[in-house]
């Protein structure tokens, strides 16, 4: 799976647009870009992916570049709930001989400020 | 609420004791996944099973030993364990190794002492 580059940490205020960004330059092209979030001492709870077209749904919007070497995460509308670790994950969805699991890196600390 | 139930959510064991994991999920999947996370350390993945059957052993030590006796349940056998073993054990499953989407458990803060 190609390697995925977060900034450590990023603050942002309630109520604004939260972006996040990831780098994944050595992305292949049947590589999809998931991302998840894990709130402090909580299990991992995915938010969205794609592969190479703009995704939204009821928690975010995901933008990949045209080259797709970068993607951003966006949270519209930012709560204090929202304040946890931001993964971006590349991966092929099924690369042959069963489940393979999610390779996380360190992800992005997002911090949500009143 | 994710669907997926690990228990116990807590537990302290010695060095020379055993004890189990356990996970279930009742959403039909046919994928479930161990994951550790350690203080300060990216989640690392321990084992994989799918349609009951183990596909993935990411050199864990054999003091952990994986059980699925159905695809409904997982377990995760602990003997002999050292004190840096103690972490966040997560549990996930997924539909199957197409799925996009796993879904993860609250899972279990052990201590070794």
């Known amino acids: 799976d190609a390697k995925t580059t977060q900034p450590t940490s990023m603050d942002c205020a309630e109520g604004r647009a939260a972006n996040l960004p990831c780098n994944h330059s050595?992305?292949?092209?049947?590589?999809?870009v998931y991302w998840y979030r894990q709130i402090h001492s909580q299990g991992p709870q995915y938010i969205i992916h794609?592969?190479?077209n703009n995704e939204t749904n009821e928690m975010a919007s995901l933008i990949i570049t045209e080259d797709r070497k970068s993607s951003t995460l966006i949270l519209p509308h930012a709560t204090l709930r929202d304040t946890a670790v931001y993964y971006c994950?590349?991966?092929?969805?099924?690369?042959?001989?069963?489940?393979?699991?999610?390779?996380f890196g360190k992800g992005t600390h997002l911090i949500i400020q009143p | 609420e994710t669907g997926v139930t690990q228990t116990p959510r807590h537990l302290v064991m010695g060095m020379t004791n055993k004890k189990s994991l356990k996970c279930e999920q009742h959403?039909?999947?046919?994928?479930m996944y161990w994951y550790k996370q350690s203080a300060k350390k990216p989640l690392e993945l321990m084992f994989v099973?799918?349609?009951?059957?183990?596909?993935e052993n990411n050199s864990v030590p054999s003091r952990f030993s994986p059980e699925c006796p159905n695809s409904s349940h997982l377990f995760l056998h602990l003997h002999t364990l050292q004190p840096e073993d103690s972490a966040l054990y997560l549990c996930?499953?997924?539909?199957?190794?197409?799925?996009?989407?796993?879904?993860f458990g609250q899972g279990t803060r052990l201590t070794v002492v």
């Open positions: 994950i590349v991966r092929v969805p099924y690369s042959g001989g069963g489940a393979d699991g999610l390779t």
């Open positions: 794609g592969l190479k």
């Open positions: 099973y799918n349609f009951k059957e183990q596909t």
């Open positions: 996930a499953s997924s539909q199957d190794a197409v799925a996009a989407e796993a879904f």
């Open positions: 050595t992305i292949s092209g049947n590589e999809y």
């Open positions: 959403l039909g999947h046919n994928a």
